[in-house]
């Protein structure tokens, strides 16, 4: 069942914001001096804003980052940035992570770029085309027989068994600086938005999976705009309300795994770093079923007249359709009453992938 949560204290500042000032600066002079990284697209969906009754609605559209479908490359970029800074030693060492997918992918990337070997754990049921398109950028890829949290424990006892650098996403104890550079990383995409709007959202839907994104995009807005940073909101499947149920409960907390088609953000638990921002800069939780973001890749690769086509996958697709939710359904009331939600309102989402699971999509949208 869909459902929500608000948050009591309205746009609060977090006292840890998780990623520092300084490691934001950080961010923006390694991207900034890459001028051959190209922005991707910020694009004004007039048409779904004329139909959610709202004044506009922004997509950032990350589907086509560096050739690799999906934003998970701005935050593993960055961490190998960072790792290279720190290396007392020359040799080139196996990293390994785990992964529904795209950051996996991501991870294989930066790992032959940098010369790195790279081993991917990828959770039981993985669809084939992300096995291959990581398998393609030259790691060794494990198709597990367990889940994806599963796969994060059988990674931790690999990489301490054969000495393997770890680069994860998520933190757990005694593990959190990779994680938080990876977090960073993905903060770029709020400095490019930046240049490219015309004002400040006022309220910003993103996906929540683990939380980073999540807590970069909260900490970034909080972190340059204040109290008067935009209404935001994370948005999950409602098989995976891990962010939901924590914020719920007031600690990180642990959610049973149950399947989706928005398998990127199939997640059990929370990345522990990201309570602070989650619990003081995070306005609400959503979470909507499969057939939102079902209908939200359909809108964005069959537009209405005048709004871009726009390919995006199933997790990619969830901050549309969570924005569709939030304004069509009942339960959400609370919500769209506290962002303000309405015909002067500007309103950003974030396309995080293209068609990482073709089969999926054309099933969905069509050939």
Not at 18 to 29: P, Y
Not at 118 to 127: E, F, H, I, S, W
Not at 252 to 266: F, I, N
């Given at each position: 069942?869909?459902?929500?949560?608000?948050?009591?204290?309205?746009?609060?500042?977090?006292?840890?914001?998780?990623?520092?000032?300084?490691?934001?600066?950080?961010?923006?002079?390694?991207?900034?001096?890459?001028?051959?990284?190209?922005?991707?697209?910020?694009?004004?969906l007039r048409g779904i804003a004329e139909e959610l009754s709202l004044g506009?609605?922004?997509?950032?559209?990350?589907?086509?980052?560096?050739?690799?479908?999906?934003?998970?490359?701005?935050?593993?970029?960055?961490?190998?940035?960072?790792?290279?800074?720190?290396?007392?030693?020359?040799?080139?060492?196996?990293?390994?992570?785990?992964?529904?997918?795209?950051?996996?992918?991501?991870?294989?990337?930066?790992?032959?770029?940098?010369?790195?070997?790279?081993?991917?754990?990828?959770?039981?049921?993985?669809?084939?085309?992300?096995?291959?398109?990581?398998?393609?950028?030259?790691?060794?890829?494990?198709?597990?027989?367990?889940?994806?949290?599963?796969?994060?424990?059988?990674?931790?006892?690999?990489?301490?068994?054969?000495?393997?650098?770890?680069?994860?996403?998520?933190?757990?104890?005694?593990?959190?600086?990779?994680?938080?550079?990876?977090?960073?990383?993905?903060?770029?995409?709020?400095?490019?938005?930046?240049?490219?709007?015309?004002?400040?959202?006022?309220?910003?839907?993103?996906?929540?999976?683990?939380?980073?994104?999540?807590?970069?995009?909260?900490?970034?807005?909080?972190?340059?705009?204040?109290?008067?940073?935009?209404?935001?909101?994370?948005?999950?499947?409602?098989?995976?309300?891990?962010?939901?149920?924590?914020?719920?409960?007031?600690?990180?907390?642990?959610?049973?795994?149950?399947?989706?088609?928005?398998?990127?953000?199939?997640?059990?638990?929370?990345?522990?770093?990201?309570?602070?921002?989650?619990?003081?800069?995070?306005?609400?939780?959503?979470?909507?079923?499969?057939?939102?973001?079902?209908?939200?890749?359909?809108?964005?690769?069959?537009?209405?007249?005048?709004?871009?086509?726009?390919?995006?996958?199933?997790?990619?697709?969830?901050?549309?359709?969570?924005?569709?939710?939030?304004?069509?359904?009942?339960?959400?009331?609370?919500?769209?009453?506290?962002?303000?939600?309405?015909?002067?309102?500007?309103?950003?989402?974030?396309?995080?992938?293209?068609?990482?699971?073709?089969?999926?999509?054309?099933?969905?949208?069509?050939?």
């Amino acid at each position: 069942m869909e459902a929500a949560w608000l948050n009591p204290r309205e746009r609060c500042i977090p006292t840890d914001p998780v990623i520092s000032s300084k490691e934001l600066g950080l961010v923006e002079a390694f991207y900034g001096a890459r001028p051959e990284l190209k922005p991707t697209p910020l694009h004004r969906l007039r048409g779904i804003a004329e139909e959610l009754s709202l004044g506009e609605v922004l997509i950032k559209d990350e589907s086509s980052r560096f050739g690799l479908n999906a934003f998970k490359i701005l935050g593993v970029l960055y961490a190998f940035h960072r790792i290279m800074e720190s290396r007392v030693s020359n040799e080139a060492p196996i990293v390994v992570c785990a992964s529904a997918g795209n950051h996996g992918r991501a991870v294989a990337w930066a790992a032959r770029e940098f010369g790195f070997t790279a081993r991917v754990y990828l959770p039981v049921g993985t669809a084939p085309a992300r096995v291959d398109a990581i398998a393609n950028e030259g790691a060794d890829v494990v198709v597990t027989d367990v889940g994806y949290e599963g796969s994060i424990r059988r990674v931790v006892r690999d990489a301490r068994r054969e000495g393997w650098l770890i680069i994860s996403d998520t933190s757990w104890p005694g593990y959190d600086e990779v994680p938080r550079w990876i977090m960073a990383g993905y903060t770029w995409m709020m400095a490019e938005g930046q240049a490219q709007w015309s004002s400040v959202p006022d309220v910003v839907i993103v996906q929540g999976g683990v939380g980073g994104l999540v807590c970069a995009g909260a900490s970034w807005f909080a972190q340059h705009h204040g109290t008067s940073r935009p209404f935001f909101i994370a948005a999950e499947p409602t098989v995976a309300p891990c962010l939901l149920e924590s914020a719920r409960i007031g600690r990180p907390t642990v959610v049973p795994e149950h399947d989706t088609m928005m398998a990127c953000l199939k997640c059990a638990e929370i990345s522990p770093i990201i309570w602070p921002v989650l619990a003081d800069a995070v306005d609400a939780v959503v979470t909507i079923d499969d057939e939102r973001a079902a209908w939200a890749m359909r809108r964005l690769a069959h537009p209405l007249a005048g709004d871009p086509e726009i390919v995006a996958g199933a997790s990619g697709a969830c901050g549309l359709g969570a924005l569709q939710a939030i304004m069509s359904h009942d339960v959400f009331q609370s919500v769209r009453d506290s962002a303000n939600l309405g015909p002067q309102s500007s309103v950003l989402v974030v396309n995080t992938e293209g068609a990482t699971d073709p089969t999926l999509y054309r099933s969905i949208v069509g050939d």
